[in-house]
C-alpha cells in the first residue's frame, strides 16, 4: 500500500524558511514523479512544485518560483520542499502526491507563516 507521510511544516515568521520532506513507500519510489501541493483555508488545492522521477526535471508554480526548491533522495525515498523567503500567503497545509498514483494522499503538514 502506498504511504505518503509529510512532515516539517511549523509556524514561522515572514522572510524565514523550512524545509518540508515527504517520506514514500509502498511503490518503487524512483520510478514516478512527485508532487508537491498545498491548500489554503478557502482555497483550493494548488499545485505547488513537481519532480520527474530521477530529479533532473522539476516545475514550479509562479507564486512560488525563486524561493521554494524541491528536490528528492531516491536512496532515502523522501520528496524534500525547501521554502525560503516565506509570505503569509505560503500559508497551508502542504501535501505530497505521486503523479501517477493521485488517488493516494497523506495527512499534509502545516505550515503557518505570520508575525
Known amino acids: 500500500q502506498v504511504q505518503l507521510v509529510e512532515s516539517g511544516g511549523g509556524l514561522v515568521q515572514p522572510g524565514e524558511s523550512l524545509r518540508l520532506s515527504c517520506a514514500a513507500s509502498g511503490f518503487t519510489f524512483s520510478s514516478y514523479a512527485m508532487n508537491w501541493y498545498r491548500r489554503a483555508p478557502g482555497k483550493g488545492r494548488e499545485l505547488v512544485a513537481e519532480?520527474?522521477?530521477?530529479?533532473?526535471?522539476?516545475n514550479y508554480a509562479d507564486s512560488v518560483k525563486g524561493r521554494f526548491t524541491i528536490s528528492r533522495d531516491n536512496t532515502k525515498n523522501t520528496v524534500y520542499l525547501q521554502m525560503n523567503s516565506l509570505k503569509p500567503e505560503d500559508t497551508a497545509v502542504y501535501y505530497c502526491?505521486?503523479?501517477?498514483?493521485?488517488?493516494?494522499w497523506g495527512q499534509g503538514t502545516q505550515v503557518t507563516v505570520s508575525s
Open positions: 519532480i520527474g522521477s530521477t530529479g533532473s526535471s522539476t
Open positions: 502526491n505521486v503523479r501517477r498514483l493521485p488517488m493516494y
